[in-house]
């Protein structure tokens, strides 16, 4: 017996003693992000219908394999074959570790699937199930002080994927000036992507939370404290830019599938 | 049972110090950094002290917010607070050493809010003449007790670097009560008490104590004081022999919280009122202007208009009334809810939101906000606080040697902070207690450590051992008697009618007779359940305590026949010049508290001329003005 | 006015011990210390409970109430339903004396494992000058009350005994961030070894000891992560490490 039921602590039978409904939000959190999980794996091996002139599913940008289709690449730059060993590579499995890693070395993230999927500790005061814990200190979890080196790549992202959306304020034969329900999903997607990844832990670190006198600094001072304020937000951030890439996916789908059209306002 | 019990627990110090609040501490990185093996004993935890709730600040004159401020000034404000009672020598030693006890506590690790110029940041406060006070926020006694208690673990990591053992020369003795300070032959030879937690009985022997027990706000009903404050050091040192000196003075702060019943007694700061707080009747009448005595009139404003403008323009204004010491805000607000204009639950308002904004009030009293808002469900950037007096500090105190702290009359007893007396006269100005602790805690630790350099050993007799171990087990013993739970309301009941905020000859006779008779009583006191961390055993122990001290009291304050600071006779309402020139020494017999008059010692002539012949006036006897002070 | 509650209050000692149900009155305004403190005077005279300031300042009381680590000072029984039972129970996380008190010297004794403030040698009393920018963030972990609630909920020791060696928890590393983050402080390895040491690494972010804390300190924004944010600028930070291979490199 360890944990609560160590032979040195207050003898309680229950796990928890406590009322309210505790459970709700590992809950919720479990069914959101394996709903996510589900529909962005299918997604990432269905490698079709990412890509109708002049909308890009972010699942698949930027476009870097033989595979893509035409018009999706970035000046028709594909330095990834086709396909490895034989195997046809969905042009989307090359690239989604980068946004993968850096939303699962989030520090937000960690906190709710540690909660939700480890439940290690499903709720604050509710005794875990597992009997040996060693936290972030061994392989594979140590791998989760990368989150650095996805935030750097996650920057680079964000720049393509509001390139994606700049460029979509083009019709379907490619002249700008037009802007389309598509344009604007694109637009809010990759917006709410920059604030996720400005208001991260590692970026408020990178701006000035590493400066021991803030005072000699006015300007990263004056950035740190900006990023603090996104930082509060974190967690709304994740989820809303979670969503907002999901539907730009599914928007880019259904209008390539031909299920919606893509409606120009102008 | 006491045959039976297994072998006593025994330590050997140099040093013991009883009491981990703010002086304490100090005293005890003073006696461990002159070379001595040092206890100390806290009665909770290590780090849970009474200090943590000092919000206001340290008065030290650093001069950091005004140049114009020094010592002179600092200590002059310190005789004029407290009427001209106090000691001069412990006045002028706290006025001339506080602003390096406080830089030494920034070398140390503490973080006191800071000017533009990087110093630290000082604030008004009630009483001061500059703006005086180093302050953390609102929580600046939190800031001197972990500062103080990281100190002491950076001693102890020298220590295990140095002897490979964290405590092998200072420990602390955490959730422990003394009941008995030892002497042999006239000296100190050690303190006998038991383990909170287990109940079992703890010999420590030590040639000096250092007594820093605090105050004795528990012997009140209204009171800002927690469970601890019940006197301890007080009676521990009467019992050894040693004079309180003073008792009859006791602080009444003017604003704890009234309501809800939960938190009556709470403190409200004084920085609230500092920072612009007003303070009106139910009639939202302003009403402090009616207050100013006499002898504050050419300091204090005495329209709205001025008093608004001090906020912002200091120099050529002067202070708002709400920033009146203490005693006469108390008096005031007693006034006003005896007269019928307090609110439904006996207090006044006290209202910062009218003029400071939320945000503002929020970024300098957030502990205030929040102790409000999370305690009493009130929004003080909102709406008004329901505020009224609340026992909160001792003047009176242990009897001390100003130099050493050392006490009168008992060789190796020492005595610091709120238990020791004489230092602020009969009213305390807010801000100077925390200084107090530091300046006269490490003068404890400095008289203990040159006195166990004559006196380097101390041994306890068996007998001493056994007479103290058979007190701890009487109660136990005792069968169908008093609960100590009982006698301690009615003790509080007596003291708060009878002792409180305003005294007569009368109530005061009929208060030492209901003290003598609950004090009778006290003797049947009857324990139930075991010795493990029980607390109607604990009580038993401290309601012994706090009759010594409501004893001590009641008898220095019938014998006080005017007002003055923190002693109020309705029947004697003026201040007497005369009875200036005496202190009241109590002294226990064994039996009971005997009050005896002795004259005050008279400032030297350097001290005599840093005042305006004037303005001692108001408190001195034309005699003592033409002597001018001694040489 | 008063009311009758129904209170469950754990009473016991390591060997043994329950929950115990008692009626108490209660009163408008008060909080679960307040009837605690009735039950004891009325009707359980040795109930054991810590408390000292009873204003949210000490914070000695800490106790769980229905389940959840929380000051008894500044719980307000209002905030439970009128029909509702308040479960009150020692802290879980470690060892228990008697009935609400347990042992928290585990607290104290890693206090003693974390290397004290360092001054600058040559700086004298009187003349450190900080701005307040600089100190503002450690002020916000010096206002920490020492109640422990943070420790006793965190799961790498409340669900593991055999950590309380090599972990020192979120109230030790808001003081070491304190001090990593004291602009005059000048030990250098702080970081390292509370990474290597003090167990930073165990902790795995879940916020508890941020969703108890009743100073609402920001313990893992503002302490823990942007510790783990300095240990990886100093370990796990491929540029440095690429840099510190060709040190090696040279050296070799």
Same mark, same amino acid.
């Given at each position: 017996m360890s944990g609560v039921f160590s032979p040195t602590r207050a003898k309680i039978k229950e796990r928890t003693l406590r009322t309210d409904k505790w459970w709700l939000e590992p809950a919720i959190t479990f069914a959101v992000l394996f709903s996510f999980i589900i529909?962005?794996?299918?997604?990432?091996?269905?490698?079709?219908?990412?890509?109708?002139?002049?909308?890009?599913?972010?699942? #698949?940008?930027?476009?870097?394999?033989?595979?893509?289709? +035409?018009?999706?690449?970035?000046?028709?730059? %594909?330095p990834v074959s086709a396909e490895i060993f034989n195997f046809a590579l969905s042009p989307a499995l090359i690239i989604l570790i980068f946004p993968l890693g850096f939303r699962m070395t989030c520090y937000y993230y960690r906190k709710a #699937?540690?909660?939700?999927?480890?439940?290690?500790?499903? +709720?604050?005061?509710?005794?875990?199930?597992? %009997?040996?814990y060693t936290g972030e200190t061994r392989a594979p979890l140590i791998l989760q002080n990368a989150h650095r080196w996805f935030f750097y790549a996650g920057l680079v992202f964000n720049v393509f994927l509001t390139y994606d959306a700049v460029i979509s304020f083009k019709n379907s034969e490619g002249q700008w000036g037009h802007a389309s329900v598509g344009s604007l999903v694109l637009l809010v997607s990759s917006t709410l992507l920059w604030f996720y990844s400005l208001s991260c832990h590692t970026c408020r670190h990178t701006v000035g939370g590493r400066l021991k006198h803030f005072s000699a600094h006015p300007i990263r001072y004056k950035l740190w404290t900006l990023v603090s304020v996104l930082n509060h937000k974190h967690q709304q951030f994740a989820w809303y830019s979670l969503a907002g890439v999901a539907f730009a996916d599914i928007y880019v789908r259904q209008v390539a599938t031909g299920a919606w059209t893509n409606f120009y306002f102008f | 049972m006491t045959t039976e019990k297994i072998a006593l627990e025994r330590h050997k110090y140099d040093v013991l110090v009883i009491g981990a609040g703010g002086a304490g501490l100090r005293a005890a990185v003073e006696a461990r950094e002159s070379g001595l093996r040092v206890a100390?004993?806290?009665?909770?935890l290590f780090g849970k002290a009474h200090t943590?709730?000092?919000?206001?600040?340290?008065?030290?004159?650093?001069g950091n917010a005004n140049s114009n401020d020094n010592w002179m000034v600092h200590f002059r404000d310190t005789m004029r607070g407290g009427k001209f009672l106090n000691h001069f020598r412990m006045a002028e030693l706290h006025a001339k050493e506080s602003p390096d006890r406080i830089w030494e506590l920034e070398m140390w690790g503490a973080l006191f809010d800071r000017t533009k110029e990087g110093k630290i940041s000082q604030r008004n406060f009630g009483g001061h003449e500059y703006p005086r006070l180093a302050h953390v926020g609102d929580r600046t006694g939190l800031e001197l007790i972990r500062t103080m208690q990281q100190k002491i673990v950076a001693l102890q990591q020298a220590?295990?670097?140095?002897?490979g053992d964290y405590e092998s020369h200072i420990k602390v003795f955490a959730e422990l009560t003394i009941t008995e300070i030892l002497k042999e032959n006239g000296n100190i030879a050690g303190a006998y008490g038991y383990w909170r937690e287990s109940g079992s009985e703890v010999l420590f022997e030590a040639p000096a104590v250092i007594i820093a027990t605090g105050g004795v706000g528990k012997t009140f009903k209204i009171t800002s004081n927690s469970w601890e404050g019940t006197g301890d050091g007080h009676a521990l040192a009467l019992k050894a022999g040693a004079n309180l000196v003073d008792m009859e003075f006791l602080q009444f702060h003017p604003t704890g919280m009234v309501w809800p019943p939960s938190v009556r007694g709470i403190l409200v700061t004084e920085s609230v009122r500092g920072e612009g707080g007003i303070l009106t009747n139910i009639n939202g009448e302003r009403f402090m202007f009616k207050y100013i005595p006499d002898v504050f009139k050419d300091k204090y404003a005495d329209n709205e208009a001025e008093a608004d403008r001090w906020y912002e323009d200091q120099d050529n204004n002067r202070r708002p009334p709400e920033l009146l010491p203490r005693d006469e805000v108390a008096r005031a607000i007693n006034t006003e809810v005896k007269a019928g204009r307090g609110t439904e639950h006996g207090g006044v308002f006290l209202d910062v939101s009218k003029r400071i904004s939320a945000e503002i009030i929020k970024k300098r009293l957030p502990s205030m906000w929040h102790q409000f808002y999370e305690l009493a469900g009130v929004d003080i950037t909102k709406e008004a606080m329901e505020v009224g007096p609340t026992c909160h500090y001792v003047m009176g105190g242990v009897e001390v040697e100003p130099d050493t702290a050392a006490a009168v009359g008992v060789p190796g007893l020492f005595a610091a902070g709120e238990v020791a007396g004489g230092m602020h006269g009969s009213n305390r100005l807010g801000g100077n207690s925390l200084s107090d602790l530091l300046v006269f805690g490490r003068r404890a630790g400095m008289g203990a450590a040159a006195y166990v350099k004559q006196n380097s050993s101390a041994s306890v007799s068996d007998a001493t051992v056994a007479a103290a171990a058979a007190r701890i087990e009487a109660p136990f013993a005792r069968t169908g008697g008093e609960n100590s739970y009982s006698l301690h309301a009615e003790l509080q009941e007596v003291t708060h009618n009878l002792v409180g905020i305003i005294r007569t000859g009368a109530e005061l006779k009929e208060a030492i007779e209901k003290i003598a008779e609950i004090r009778k009583r006290s003797a049947n006191v009857v324990v139930s359940g075991g010795r493990k961390f029980n607390p109607g055993f604990h009580l038993a122990f401290d309601l012994d305590n706090m009759l010594l001290v409501a004893e001590s009291t009641a008898k220095s304050a019938i014998a006080r026949e005017e007002s003055r600071g923190g002693h109020t006779r309705d029947d004697f309402p003026g201040m007497n010049s005369t009875w200036r020139q005496s202190n009241h020494i109590a002294s226990f017999d064994g039996n009971q508290v005997n009050v005896r008059k002795q004259s005050l010692?008279?400032?030297?002539?350097?001290?005599?001329?840093?005042f305006e012949v004037d303005e001692l006036k108001k408190y001195m006897t034309p005699e003592e003005i033409a002597k001018g002070g001694t040489n | 006015m008063a009311r009758k509650l129904n209170l469950r209050i754990w009473r016991g000692d390591a060997t043994d011990g329950g929950l115990k149900d008692v009626q108490v009155d209660v009163n408008e305004g008060e909080v679960v210390l307040d009837v605690i403190h009735r039950v004891q005077a009325t009707q359980m005279g040795d109930l054991a409970v810590r408390w000292n300031c009873k204003a949210g300042k000490c914070g000695s009381c800490s106790m769980e109430i229905n389940g959840k680590p929380r000051l008894a000072c500044m719980t307000q029984v209002a905030s439970f339903g009128e029909d509702e039972t308040i479960t009150v129970t020692p802290l879980r996380a470690f060892p228990v004396i008697k009935d609400l008190v347990t042992d928290v010297s585990f607290n104290y004794k890693k206090a003693m494992e974390i290397p004290a403030y360092e001054p600058p040698k040559e700086l004298q009393p009187g003349e450190a000058r900080m701005q307040q920018v600089d100190v503002e963030r450690s002020q916000e972990f010096r206002k920490c009350i020492e109640c422990f609630l943070?420790?006793?909920?965190?799961?790498?020791?409340r669900d593991h005994e055999e950590n309380k060696k090599s972990f020192a928890g979120p109230r030790f590393f808001i003081r070491i961030a304190e001090l990593d983050m004291h602009p005059l402080d000048m030990l250098k390895n702080r970081k390292r070894t509370a990474q290597e040491e003090h167990g930073l690494g165990m902790c795995n972010i879940t916020k508890c000891c941020t969703e108890v804390c009743p100073e609402h300190i920001k313990i893992t924004d503002n302490a823990i992560i942007p510790m783990k944010e300095r240990v990886v600028d100093i370990k796990y930070d491929p540029a440095r490490m690429f840099a510190g291979l060709l040190k090696r490199e040279k050296r070799n």
């Open positions: 529909y962005a794996t299918f997604r990432a091996f269905e490698g079709a219908n990412y890509f109708t002139e002049p909308l890009i599913s972010p699942f #698949y940008s930027p476009c870097l394999s033989q595979a893509c289709v +035409a018009g999706s690449t970035i000046f028709g730059w %594909t #699937y540690y909660r939700a999927f480890w439940l290690s500790p499903p +709720a604050c005061a509710v005794a875990e199930p597992h %009997t040996k | 100390i004993i806290c009665k909770s943590v709730m000092a919000e206001g600040g340290a008065a030290a004159s650093m220590d295990k670097r140095e002897h010692p008279f400032m030297p002539k350097e001290l005599f001329d840093l | 943070c420790q006793n909920t965190c799961h790498v020791i």
